[in-house]
T-cell receptor
Framework: KAGVTQTPRYLIKTRGQQVTLSCSPI?????VSWYQQTPGQGLQFLFE???????NKGNFPGRFSGRQFSNSRSEMNVSTLELGDSALYLC????????????FGPGTRLTVL | AQTVTQSQPEMSVQEAETVTLSCTYD???????LFWYKQPPSRQMILVIR??????QNATENRFSVNFQKAAKSFSLKISDSQLGDAAMYFC??????????????FGKGTKLSVIP
């Protein structure tokens, strides 16, 4: 069974631009969670989607949004990029609602110049 | 707020030796899950071991075992017979209920483990 895939793996953007990251969960998994990882703040929860509905959202500004499609694939969008948005964005999938085992993708490294 | 604390930013261990990574957490819940994740330089987070709070028996996965002290809110990871491939960042995580059947993981800051040949 293929693991969680994330595209693109690397991305360079400039301040003020917007970006869309994609995550394909493990086949059969219906929950997708997103995390931001930075050296200063560590790993922080962004949001979780289950059956195309956002079930939970972390403490991030409204510039961060996401969605989930009927095939469980998820996208995350960040608008009006700031330097502080530079981070590794990790996606994790699980069978049920943030089930007790989450499988992570390799991440997307976003650099904002 | 639920917090997870890893007090050792970096640790090193000689190959084939044993090392213990510490983790403490703060919670008011009685039923929860705890995890150790490994993140090698390739960045892929890998689940190492999990512990259900209602289970008194400590979880074990091959060379990895935990010492779960519920009353002390302590959850340490022991790696036996350390191998070069064990070198990575290790994150302790706690599964937090967010209401309406939703959960999220809260992570510690991580411990960077180096394995010396």
């Amino acid at each position: 069974k293929a693991g969680v895939t994330q595209t693109p793996r690397y991305l360079i953007k400039t301040r003020g631009q917007q970006v869309t990251l994609s995550c394909s969960p493990i086949s059969g998994h219906r929950s997708v969670s997103w995390y931001q990882q930075t050296p200063g703040q560590g790993l922080q929860f962004l949001f979780e989607y289950f059956s195309e509905t956002q079930r939970n959202k972390g403490n991030f500004p409204g510039r961060f949004s996401g969605r989930q499609f009927s095939n469980s694939r998820s996208e995350m969008n960040v608008s009006t990029l700031e330097l502080g948005d530079s981070a590794l964005y990790l996606c994790a999938s699980s069978l049920g609602l943030a089930g007790y085992e989450q499988f992570f993708g390799p991440g997307t490294r976003l650099t904002v110049l | 707020a639920q917090t997870v604390t890893q007090s050792q930013p970096e640790m090193s261990v000689q190959e084939a030796e044993t090392v213990t990574l510490s983790c403490t957490y703060d919670t008011s819940e009685s039923d929860y899950y705890l995890f150790w994740y490994k993140q090698p330089p390739s960045r892929q987070m890998i689940l190492v071991i999990r512990q259900e709070a209602y289970k008194q028996q400590n979880a074990t996965e091959n060379r990895f075992s935990v010492n779960f002290q519920k009353a002390a809110k302590s959850f340490s990871l022991k790696i036996s017979d350390s191998q070069l491939g064990d070198a990575a960042m290790y994150f302790c995580a706690y599964r937090v209920s967010a209401g309406a059947g939703s959960y999220q993981l809260t992570f510690g800051k991580g411990t960077k483990l180096s394995v010396i040949p």
